[in-house]
């Protein structure tokens, strides 16, 4: 079993509706979540970043963590086909190692 | 510069060739990382550097495998004699300080390896 589990996708949801990514992770030891964007053949760009539990919202993007559970979830609002591109969840203890998801692929049909 | 890059973008070899892959962090970062993307997976952890020592390389697939960044800041990826299962994304990312307590890592655009 991965440390961090992802739905591979594909989604695909019409422009404007509203999207839920979702990871669930086994270590309990995890301080530190973040959301990356990577689109096709560019590297991964930092989206959200979120210490412990709790919501944290920028724009159209809100992060959510729920330590109980061990789940991430990110929402998008209002998406664009501009948002159509690979999510990443990664997780990482105290310390500098990154673990990641296997990404979700989300298609924002206009 | 503004960024994270890498060179070359892409490269192909052969079976058995030696290859050198090339990374620029972001100007005074401190921290600096290498994973491995394959095909339809998320980036995995191979190496980390804090200036020019490097600290942690148990993600390295194998000892073909070696990493060096001399003056603590460009950082090369060598591997040698290339296998097929060595085809994948290679992600380098930096970070200002330690990189410790989950500190933001940036990633450059990567280099797509092919090994025929």
């Known amino acids: 079993q991965k440390e961090v589990e992802q739905d591979p996708g594909p989604l695909s949801v019409p422009e404007g509706a509203i999207v839920s990514l979702n990871c669930t992770y086994s270590?309990?030891?995890?301080?530190?979540f973040m959301w990356y964007r990577q689109y096709s053949r560019k590297g991964p760009e930092l989206l959200m970043y979120t210490y412990s539990s709790g919501n944290k919202e920028d724009g159209r993007f809100t992060a959510q963590v729920d330590k109980s559970s061990k789940y991430i979830s990110l929402f998008i609002r209002d998406s664009q086909p501009s948002d159509s591109a690979t999510y990443l969840c990664a997780s990482v203890t105290g310390t500098y190692k990154y673990i990641f998801g296997t990404g979700t692929r989300l298609k924002v049909l206009a | 510069g503004a960024g994270v890059s890498q060179s070359p973008r892409y490269k192909v070899a052969k079976r058995g060739q030696d290859v050198a892959l090339r990374c620029d962090p972001i100007?005074?970062?401190?921290?600096l990382f290498w994973y491995q993307q394959a095909l339809g997976q998320g980036p995995e952890f191979l190496t980390y550097f804090q200036n020019e020592a490097q600290l942690d390389k148990s993600g390295l697939p194998s000892d073909r495998f070696f990493a060096e960044r001399p003056e603590g800041s460009v950082s090369t990826l060598k591997i040698q004699r290339t296998q097929q299962e060595d085809s994948a994304v290679y992600l380098c990312?930096?970070?200002?300080?330690?990189?410790?307590?989950?500190?933001?890592?940036?990633f450059g655009p990567g280099t797509r390896l092919l090994v025929l």
């Open positions: 990312a930096s970070s200002a300080t330690s990189g410790s307590r989950g500190e933001t890592q940036y």
């Open positions: 100007s005074g970062h401190v921290s």
């Open positions: 270590n309990s030891a995890f301080q530190y």
